[in-house]
């Protein structure tokens, strides 16, 4: 017996499932019999893979009934908020109605001499690195557009997502997709490490922590493959004096801890003009106080555990530390925190940027809020973090909003809204949350190479 992977379940702390990692060599046999099937694939009709990989998302929906306690038993999201399918399937319809415009040729010209043309073909096989917050909608973001490019893809989900993965190929192989084409593979950080190394792949996509897009890249070094990263953010919400206050309240603090905070795009960090200030807590500490904690299989359930009892431990570290130095922690502890997995939403004030709750990455139902005066002061708060992801502004004026937005460092500029992933736009970041695209005409462009066509017709 080799290593086994286990997910233990955040709801009782038992072993949910367990799978056992393919060896080195077993995975080098894969790829290379997917590396076969990639030049067949590619070879299909454009609209022939439109139709299969539609057919897999479609197949997926079909699951889903299964797919949401199975969820809540592994990352613990309440099964009232019904999965992912929604987001799952916007993403890859998307993406399937642009393909024929993104991966068109670009004629650069043509006359009685030459013909020039830049073409967009796939990479080739694209390893998919997939986190467990959103697990369904994340794989999906890249899977469908690299599958519907010509690439083959073959997809490595996070272990507190077991299962995920293995649905996922036991889907699209059910709706026609061949397993050289797409599929699922459980294997330890070395030997992950060891196949890009190695150059198995062509392409990486990976979304995770910053330590695990660093082992990427390392991993990566001197193979020329290219790496895609999206590692998270500290998302703020800047509040303008003109804002629809009980909007921005609503959004914000489910921006914040839903999924129990556990979004790379979740609002971690709240700027609120001075003359909103006291409204917009007043407001927010209702909400909050109004959530109910328990068990995710239970409907009436609206905040689940975290995914595992050393993220709420962090959370927990984080808020202490701050209240340490003088911040004050709004939320009496819930009767259902049980010092693990369980854990009470918190509201901060009296924060500064000198405490790691309004630095690091909490990732976890707690967000902290501040005054400000005016635009600059929120800008250069807002600038003041490593994490470059999304930023959501809130103001009745759209060119306020726009000049705001130009002078901040983030992937994505919202206007009141937040916590939201637009297939029709790039979905990307700058600093500590990585570089890349997803998602868009930039998706595709990410997903192919440019390859480059000087046709000289006469030579006489």
Not at 80 to 93: M, P, Q, T, V
Not at 159 to 185: K, S, Y
Not at 450 to 459: C, D, E, I
Request: charged content about 20%.
């Amino acid at each position: 017996m080799g290593r086994t992977l286990e997910c233990i379940s955040p709801i009782d702390g038992s072993v949910f499932a367990t799978r056992e990692v393919m060896s080195l060599q077993a995975a080098r046999d894969k790829v290379a019999a997917m590396r076969v099937a990639q030049a067949a694939w590619a070879a299909r009709p454009l609209q022939e893979r439109i139709e299969l990989v539609m057919a897999g998302v479609a197949a997926v929906g079909a699951m889903n009934d299964e797919i949401v306690p199975e969820l809540a038993h592994m990352m613990g999201r309440p099964v009232r908020y019904g999965g992912e399918f929604r987001g799952f399937d916007e993403r890859a319809s998307h993406m399937a109605a642009i393909a024929e415009e993104a991966l068109a040729d670009i004629a650069v010209g043509e006359d009685a001499t030459f013909k020039r043309y830049i073409k967009r073909v796939p990479h080739g096989v694209v390893f998919v690195v997939a986190p467990w917050n959103y697990p369904y909608m994340t794989a999906i973001n890249t899977v469908a557009p690299a599958l519907i490019a010509g690439n083959v893809v073959l997809l490595k989900h996070a272990t507190q997502t077991l299962l995920v993965g293995e649905r996922m190929a036991r889907a699209f192989h059910a709706a026609g997709v061949p397993a050289e084409v797409f599929d699922n593979i459980f294997l330890d950080h070395d030997t992950t490490s060891a196949l890009i190394a190695g150059r198995a792949f062509d392409f990486v996509n990976f979304t995770g922590s910053v330590g695990g897009g660093q082992q990427m890249e390392r991993a990566a070094a001197g193979t020329f493959t290219g790496v895609a990263t999206e590692l998270g953010g500290k998302d703020p919400g800047y509040v303008m004096e003109d804002a629809d206050l009980d909007a921005a309240v609503d959004t914000l603090i489910d921006g914040a801890m839903f999924n129990s905070g556990q979004c790379c795009c979740g609002i971690e960090r709240i700027y609120v003009h001075e003359s909103l200030y006291d409204a917009f807590l007043e407001k927010a500490l209702a909400v909050v106080r109004g959530y109910k904690l328990g068990n995710p299989l239970d409907s009436a359930t609206t905040l689940g555990p975290m995914a595992n009892v050393r993220f709420a431990n962090e959370v927990r570290a984080q808020i202490a530390e701050a209240v340490a130095a003088g911040a004050t922690a709004h939320i009496e502890t819930f009767a259902e925190d049980d010092g693990g997995a369980y854990l009470t939403p918190q509201i901060l004030t009296g924060v500064t940027h000198d405490m790691r709750v309004m630095r690091d990455e909490s990732f976890g139902p707690v967000v902290g809020i501040m005054k400000v005066k005016d635009d600059a002061e929120a800008i250069a708060l807002m600038n003041d973090s490593e994490f470059g992801l999304t930023a959501s502004l809130w103001t009745q004026d759209v060119e306020r909003a726009q000049r705001v937005g130009d002078q901040i460092e983030t992937g994505t500029v919202f206007m009141n809204r937040a916590d939201y992933l637009d297939p029709g736009l790039c979905w990307t970041g700058c600093k500590n949350t990585g570089r890349g695209g997803g998602l868009s005409v930039i998706g595709y462009h990410n997903l192919t190479r440019p390859k480059s066509y000087h046709l000289k017709k006469v030579t006489t």
